[in-house]
């Protein structure tokens, strides 16, 4: 059972708009989400995180906002570029029970067009 | 240079075979985690460690083994592989609890 959901495969968007990229998660247990960056035949890369004592967490281009009470949160990216194509990863993990295991979404894969 | 190197990056093999995975970091992180990556299912945790000596499962654990002698280290062993093991494999790693894992490059494996 898929207890972190990414419900679309796919987005694209034009090079200078916002991309959101969304994620629902079921287990109300996880207090710690992230987000992953994928290239093809390359290792996801950290890309953002945030705690569940935010609803926000910005870094530069990249900001997640977590919605605990719709168990949701969203990626935006702004402006998107081209470089930002790519498979999206969204993963949560229940530190408060003293793991640190990550439970991954399917993945979006984000196309940004020139 | 510093990071995590997975090892083959590709393999073949046949089933009933045995197959090890190496992973390798040079952070000395604490823990280091093997996860499978399949079309439907995202990646899902094999395994993981919290130390040296010091092993768990993770969600699909079954018909894998793992070993960790050495911080650095962290080989996935396949005992009698089987078709519903082909997959790409990524080892990750992080340096505690509540630190994100970096990932390595995967290791495509295919068995036939």
């Known amino acids: 059972d898929q207890q972190v959901k990414q419900n679309s495969p796919s987005l694209s968007v034009q090079e200078g708009r916002i991309s959101i990229l969304n994620c629902d998660y079921t287990?109300?247990?996880?207090?710690?989400f992230l987000w992953y960056k994928k290239y093809p035949a390359e290792g996801p890369t950290f890309l953002i995180s945030?705690?569940?004592?935010?609803d926000k967490n910005e870094d530069g281009r990249f900001t997640v906002f977590l919605n605990k009470s719709a168990k949701h949160l969203s990626l935006h990216i702004v402006p998107s570029q081209p470089g930002d194509s790519a498979v999206y990863f969204c993963?949560?993990?229940?530190?408060?029970?003293?793991?640190?295991?990550?439970?991954f979404g399917t993945g979006t894969r984000l196309t940004v067009i020139p | 240079d510093a990071g995590i190197t997975q090892s083959p990056r590709y393999k073949i093999t046949e089933t009933g075979r045995q197959v090890t995975l190496m992973c390798h970091q040079t952070?000395?992180?604490?823990?280091m985690f093997w996860y499978r990556q399949d079309l439907g299912h995202g990646l899902r945790l094999i395994y993981y460690?919290?130390?040296?000596?010091?092993?768990d499962k993770g969600e699909v654990p079954d018909g894998y083994v793992v070993s960790r002698s050495k911080t650095e280290n962290f080989p996935l062993t396949l005992e009698s592989a089987t078709r519903s093991q082909t997959s790409v494999y990524f080892c990750?790693?992080?340096?505690?609890?509540?630190?994100?894992?970096?990932f390595g490059d995967g290791t495509r494996l295919s068995i036939l």
């Open positions: 993963a949560a993990s229940a530190l408060r029970t003293g793991a640190n295991n990550l439970f």
């Open positions: 287990n109300s247990m996880f207090d710690y």
């Open positions: 952070w000395s992180h604490s823990y």
């Open positions: 460690s919290a130390a040296a000596d010091i092993t």
């Open positions: 945030i705690s569940s004592i935010k």
């Open positions: 990750a790693s992080s340096e505690g609890h509540s630190q994100p894992q970096h």
